[in-house]
């Protein structure tokens, strides 16, 4: 696929991954505030692009960043009004080279020390830079500039001593998978031949800095381009089939997530090439919430999920299967949706925010409590009605989820704890979320004809604990996934209270939807019975910020593997032919 550069100052493409290959550590005095960083515990970020038609003044960006608590960004350009406002704030900025001036800054140390100048050494210490990224995906984006890469970066750093600003700012150079033309599985990755000698140095500077290996990784690409050959749950950080299990049968190492096996791939490359001890930073990685018809992938609910899991992931330090406890400090793409981004619907909406401040859906960059109690991974997410939704339409969406939805709704009734008989929002809130983490890994999701919304904010209050809540041990039933079994019981006992509460007869509902499922052999409902719904999501097109070509490559491999005759899944996979498996347990090497 063509890239562009930027129409203004951003870059061409988005992340990709990238692996670290040995223990986080340098001897020299320069490195140490990354070895710092190992002990401190990882970050998580989130880069701001511009390319949009209503872009919030640089001040109300910061009040956006400091109410969320985001304390890490990444800038594709060097904004001078977005570094004033930046100033005393105490977030860290990584700044950008935008593509289109790399020529210039590669071929005169004269132009790279003027733009220290004008776009660091101006701004600091007030404004707290820590990183130059220098391009974006250049060598897959822009082959013909690679030979002006490393020298664009010495001459930087050059400028950067001369200001003696070396310790604070570390430069380096986003790259994405397409370095690595077989990245699966992650042992066996190794960079492109054809630019060894550019990587060479490349990873010779960033030992000799101290700096890190940046790398631009969008599981979303790699799913939804993989056709089918990944669950969907292994691209989200959730838990999937414990019997369908994925491991690179090269170390044994079981990846649970396609993140961890991106970020290893880059550190098993660069092993190759004989360097170890360079961490890898995630430049950029998301989901985008809103997709055309034809990308089903893009929702709100699959972008809450991968983003919340991400950063709990990420902020637990327990790293990646081949270098654990050394953090992936990572930034989330975006902030804002792009909408000037041509390409597809979902290349628009990848932001968490909107330009009033107004959340996509409710995201916290900070420690989020360990879902491993929970069966439907989701500890930390609630499903709930929306206060401004219309009354009727919040009626049918908690008829529909106490009926056809199989939601049990026993907390809710007469006398029990969750029961408000003048709340109709909490009421429902309640229904949907139960609903929500019964059938969150199955499909279901939170939407309910536009009146409920994801938060990570616990509606849990006093005895009424909502599934998902830390403190609920799955308080929704152990049928995580299915109605408990004195769902029929309770259909026939409680029916009545539910109808006189709320004005529907949802009892005669549920009973003509369950004598349709059974004749019909599928769910016949009411016109609510289809108000859980999806968006869509689908591959980007280049663009200043896109991340295009961080999901190509992987598509590519995807397509070989599976035009190759079926795997014999009966034996232990090998190479190439791991992914055509997912691989079982049992089958693992001991």
């Given at each position: 696929?063509?890239?562009?550069?930027?129409r203004s100052s951003?870059?061409a493409?988005?992340?990709?991954?990238?692996y670290?290959?040995?223990?986080?550590?340098?001897?020299?005095p320069k490195?140490?505030p990354?070895?710092?960083n190992a002990?401190?515990?990882?970050?998580?970020g989130i880069?701001?692009?511009?390319?949009?038609?209503?872009?919030?003044?640089?001040?109300?960006?910061?009040?956006i960043?400091?109410?969320?608590?985001?304390?890490?960004?990444?800038?594709?350009?060097?904004?001078?009004?977005?570094?004033?406002?930046?100033?005393n704030?105490?977030?860290?900025?990584?700044?950008?080279?935008?593509?289109?001036?790399l020529?210039?800054?590669?071929?005169s140390r004269?132009?790279?020390?003027?733009?220290?100048n004008?776009?660091?050494?101006?701004?600091?210490p007030?404004?707290?830079?820590?990183?130059i990224?220098?391009?974006?995906e250049?060598?897959?984006?822009i082959?013909?500039?690679?030979?002006?890469?490393?020298?664009a970066?010495?001459?930087?750093?050059?400028a950067l001593?001369?200001?003696?600003?070396?310790f604070?700012?570390?430069?380096s150079?986003?790259?994405?998978m397409?370095v690595?033309p077989k990245?699966?599985?992650?042992?066996t990755?190794t960079?492109n031949?054809?630019?060894n000698?550019?990587?060479y140095?490349y990873?010779?500077?960033?030992?000799?800095?101290?700096?890190?290996?940046?790398?631009?990784?969008?599981?979303?690409y790699?799913?939804?381009k993989?056709?089918?050959?990944?669950?969907?749950?292994?691209?989200?950080?959730r838990a999937?089939?414990p019997?369908?299990?994925?491991?690179?049968?090269?170390?044994n190492?079981?990846?649970?997530?396609?993140?961890?096996?991106?970020?290893?791939?880059?550190y098993y490359?660069?092993?190759a090439?004989k360097?170890?001890?360079?961490?890898?930073?995630v430049?950029a990685t998301?989901w985008?919430?809103l997709?055309?018809s034809?990308?089903?992938?893009?929702?709100?609910?699959n972008?809450?999920?991968y983003n919340?899991n991400?950063?709990r992931?990420?902020?637990?330090?327990?790293?990646?299967?081949?270098?654990?406890n050394?953090p992936?400090?990572?930034?989330i793409h975006?902030?804002?949706?792009?909408?000037?981004?041509?390409g597809?619907i979902?290349?628009?909406?990848?932001?968490v925010?909107?330009?009033?401040?107004?959340?996509?859906?409710?995201?916290?960059f900070e420690?989020?409590?360990?879902?491993?109690?929970?069966?439907?991974g989701?500890?930390g997410?609630?499903?709930?009605?929306?206060?401004?939704?219309d009354?009727?339409?919040?009626?049918?969406g908690l008829?529909?989820?106490?009926?056809a939805?199989?939601?049990?709704?026993s907390?809710i009734?007469p006398g029990q704890?969750?029961?408000?008989?003048?709340?109709?929002?909490?009421?429902?809130?309640?229904?949907?979320?139960?609903?929500?983490?019964?059938?969150?890994?199955?499909g279901g999701?939170?939407?309910?004809?536009?009146?409920?919304m994801?938060?990570?904010?616990?509606?849990?209050?006093?005895?009424c604990?909502?599934?998902?809540?830390?403190?609920s041990?799955?308080?929704?039933?152990?049928a995580?996934f299915?109605p408990?079994?004195?769902?029929?019981?309770?259909m026939?006992?409680?029916?009545?209270?539910?109808?006189?509460?709320?004005?529907?007869?949802?009892?005669?509902?549920?009973?003509?939807n369950?004598k349709?499922?059974a004749?019909?052999?599928?769910?016949?409902?009411s016109?609510?019975?289809?108000?859980?719904?999806s968006?869509g999501?689908?591959?980007p097109?280049?663009s200043k910020?896109?991340?295009?070509?961080?999901?190509?490559?992987?598509?590519?491999e995807?397509l070989?593997?599976?035009?190759n005759?079926?795997?014999?899944?009966?034996?232990?996979p090998?190479?190439?032919?791991l992914?055509?498996?997912?691989?079982?347990?049992?089958?693992a090497l001991?």
């Open positions: 696929m063509d890239h562009v550069f930027p951003q870059w493409t988005r992340p990709r991954l990238s670290s290959s040995g223990p986080l550590y340098y001897p020299c490195t140490l990354f070895a710092l002990s401190m515990g990882a970050y998580v880069t701001i692009g511009t390319d949009m038609s209503n872009l919030p003044s640089a001040s109300d960006i910061v009040s960043l400091k109410a969320q608590h985001i304390k890490h960004v990444r800038l594709f350009d060097t904004d001078h009004q977005l570094l004033n406002a930046l100033a704030t105490r977030i860290e900025v990584m700044v950008g080279v935008p593509n289109d001036q020529l210039s800054i590669g071929q004269t132009v790279a020390a003027d733009w220290i004008k776009n660091v050494a101006a701004f600091v007030a404004t707290n830079i820590t990183y990224a220098v391009g974006n250049v060598l897959s984006s082959p013909n500039a690679s030979l002006v890469l490393v020298p970066m010495k001459f930087l750093q050059s001593v001369a200001a003696n600003l070396n604070q700012v570390k430069v150079s986003p790259q994405s397409d690595m990245s699966f599985p992650p042992f990755a960079f031949s054809t630019w000698s550019v990587m140095e990873l010779q500077f960033l030992k000799n800095t101290g700096s890190s290996f940046m790398l631009n990784a969008q599981p979303y790699g799913y939804t993989g056709h089918g050959i990944f669950p969907i749950d292994y691209a989200l950080f999937f089939n019997n369908n299990q994925i491991v690179d049968p090269n170390t190492f079981y990846y649970t997530n396609m993140f961890d096996a991106m970020v290893d791939a880059a490359s660069m092993e090439l360097f170890s001890g360079i961490p890898v930073i430049t998301g985008p919430w997709g055309g034809n990308e089903p992938d893009a929702t709100v609910d972008a809450l999920a919340s991400l950063i992931h990420v902020l637990n330090g327990s790293g990646t299967p081949s270098r654990p050394i992936v400090n990572t930034y975006e902030l804002f949706n792009e909408d000037l981004r041509p597809p979902s290349e628009k909406n990848w932001g925010s909107f330009p009033n401040g107004t959340t996509v859906y409710s995201l916290t420690h989020l409590s360990d879902p491993s109690a929970d069966s439907a989701l500890v997410l609630f499903c709930i009605a929306n206060s401004s939704a009354i009727n339409e919040l009626k049918k008829d529909w989820a106490c009926g939805g199989s939601a049990n709704c907390a009734q704890p969750c029961y408000e008989s003048d709340n109709l929002v909490a009421v429902a809130s309640y229904a949907y979320n139960d609903y929500y983490h019964r059938t969150q890994a199955n999701t939170c939407n309910f004809n536009n009146t409920a994801i938060t990570t904010t616990d509606p849990s209050h006093g005895s604990i909502f599934a998902g809540s830390s403190g041990n799955n308080t929704s039933g152990g995580a299915a408990t079994k004195t769902r029929n019981a309770w026939k006992k409680e029916d009545l209270r539910l109808s006189k509460l709320y004005g529907r007869d949802i009892g005669a509902m549920m009973g003509s369950l349709g499922a004749e019909s052999g599928e769910e016949a409902m016109s609510s019975a289809s108000l859980p719904s968006g999501g689908v591959p097109w280049p910020t896109s991340v295009t070509s961080s999901g190509k490559r992987i598509p590519e995807m070989e593997l599976s035009a005759s079926a795997a014999d899944c009966s034996a232990s090998q190479g190439d032919n992914y055509q498996c997912i691989y079982p347990p049992s089958l001991k």
